[in-house]
Every structure is written in structure tokens, then in C-alpha cells.
């Protein structure tokens, strides 16, 4: 069993920025492809970014695209999203997502099977 941990979410006003954080525990994530993804009050979770086993792929919903980073560390056995120029859209719970079966980026939540239990991200206009 993966366990994930998010943290780093907070309040920050448009405009600024914050780095989430996503560790894992009981297994290395070194081959699994690793998500972000976003759930605001009243809405369907939505897809943020993805990540491939290596790092060396990314993929990107249209509407952080050129504003977020994701990346992994497989040797802290970790995972970050850098989201800059926030906006009072992002405002959401972020949970990090993982899954040792799939063979690449993935956007679909159920495609995974670890999740962690969220973090807070509050974007005041």
C-alpha cells in the first residue's frame, strides 16, 4: 500500500503563488505515474497535471497551463505542483494521485488508485 500526504496549501491572494507538496510512504513511487488533481465546492473533481514515472513527461489541463509545474523526485519519493499566477479559480481542495499500472499520463481520476486526503488551496480576488 501507497501512502500519500499533501501539504503546503493555504490562503494567498491572486496573483501569488504556492508549492504544494505530495510524499508518499510505505512503497517507492519511483514507476508510477503520479496527478494532481482539484475539487471546489459544488463541482466534480477535475484533472490538474500528470506526471510519468520518470518526470520526464508532463501534461497540463488547459486552464493551468503555462501557470503550474508539476514534478517528482523519485529519490525523496516525492512529488510538487509550483502554481503561480493564481487566480480565485484555483480555489479548491488539491489531492495528489498515484497509480503503479498505468503505462502514462493518465486524466481520468478513476484511473488511480492512491489518493491523499487534500489540501486547502484559498485564492482571495
Known amino acids: 500500500q501507497v501512502q500519500l500526504v499533501e501539504s503546503g496549501g493555504g490562503l494567498v491572494q491572486a496573483g501569488g503563488s504556492l508549492r504544494l507538496s505530495c510524499a508518499a510512504s510505505?512503497?517507492?513511487?519511483?514507476?508510477?505515474?503520479m496527478g494532481w488533481f482539484r475539487q471546489a465546492p459544488g463541482r466534480e473533481r477535475e484533472f490538474v497535471a500528470a506526471?510519468?514515472?520518470?518526470?520526464?513527461?508532463?501534461y497540463y489541463a488547459d486552464s493551468v497551463k503555462g501557470r503550474f509545474t508539476i514534478s517528482k523526485d523519485n529519490a525523496r519519493n516525492t512529488m510538487d505542483l509550483q502554481m503561480n499566477s493564481l487566480k480565485p479559480e484555483d480555489t479548491a481542495v488539491y489531492y495528489c494521485?498515484?497509480?503503479?499500472?498505468?503505462?502514462?499520463?493518465?486524466?481520468?481520476?478513476?484511473?488511480?488508485?492512491?489518493w491523499g486526503q487534500g489540501t486547502q488551496v484559498t485564492v482571495s480576488s
Open positions: 494521485a498515484a497509480d503503479q499500472r498505468l503505462l502514462d499520463i493518465v486524466v481520468a481520476s478513476d484511473q488511480y488508485d492512491y
Open positions: 506526471i510519468n514515472w520518470s518526470g520526464s513527461r508532463t
Open positions: 510505505g512503497r517507492t513511487v519511483s514507476s508510477y505515474v
